[in-house]
């Protein structure tokens, strides 16, 4: 569970739904993966450049303590994706949608500070928010995904449930303030 609804995985997936819904048609495929280049392929290609080098054991970077770069790239990267976006006039829902993204990872990077926050969970969280937001309430049935990302984080003591539904908490509300852009 946790490999295959990991945070790439479900950015590539999102973004292009998201960017299909917003555009209204399939040219909003290009500005999604855009959009999952820079929230989730970009930072995940980090993590392994770092992981080749040895500076991580593994992709989930267990200790809190040697995030704080992640979250810098994924900053960087999710703000040069919003600033091509804007200039090359993206439908408003994917422009939005990356800020709200942006928004959740100054949280995750505000909270890892001084606790442990599952980023899985909150990228499974914000994904499934963004896409009811943009397509169809229905999407949030598909919190059930987001409940078992959590449930894996837990099972593998990779986090504990209140850091598994603090990430989910604050994945929902960075993208459900999506709603007031």
């Not at 790439?8 to 959009?35: E, K």
């Not at 980090?46 to 992981?51: A, T």
């Not at 439908?91 to 959740?104: D, E």
């Not at 896409?131 to 984080?153: E, I, K, N, Q």
Request: a neutral charge; one cysteine or more.
């Amino acid at each position: 569970m946790t490999d295959v609804l990991q945070p790439r995985n479900v950015l590539l997936v999102g973004m292009l739904g998201i960017g299909l819904a917003a555009a209204g048609d399939w040219t909003g495929l290009a500005w999604g993966f855009l959009g999952a280049l820079c929230a989730g392929l970009i930072p995940a290609g980090y993590i392994e450049w770092e992981r080749g080098r040895g500076t991580w054991g593994d992709r989930h970077v267990v200790d809190r303590t040697q995030r704080a770069p992640i979250f810098f790239v994924i900053l960087g990267s999710l703000g040069t994706g919003s600033a091509v976006m804007a200039a090359g006039q993206a439908p408003a829902g994917i422009l939005a949608s990356m800020l709200g993204l942006w928004a959740m990872t100054v949280g995750l990077l505000a909270v890892n500070t001084v606790w442990k926050i599952s980023v899985d969970s909150a990228v499974a969280s914000a994904v499934v928010a963004l896409l009811s937001a943009v397509h169809s309430p229905w999407w949030l049935l598909a919190y059930t995904l987001t409940a078992a990302v959590c449930w894996s984080r837990v099972a593998l003591s990779y986090h504990t449930v209140a850091q598994t539904v603090a990430g989910a908490s604050l994945g929902a509300a960075a993208a459900t303030a999506l709603l007031f852009v």
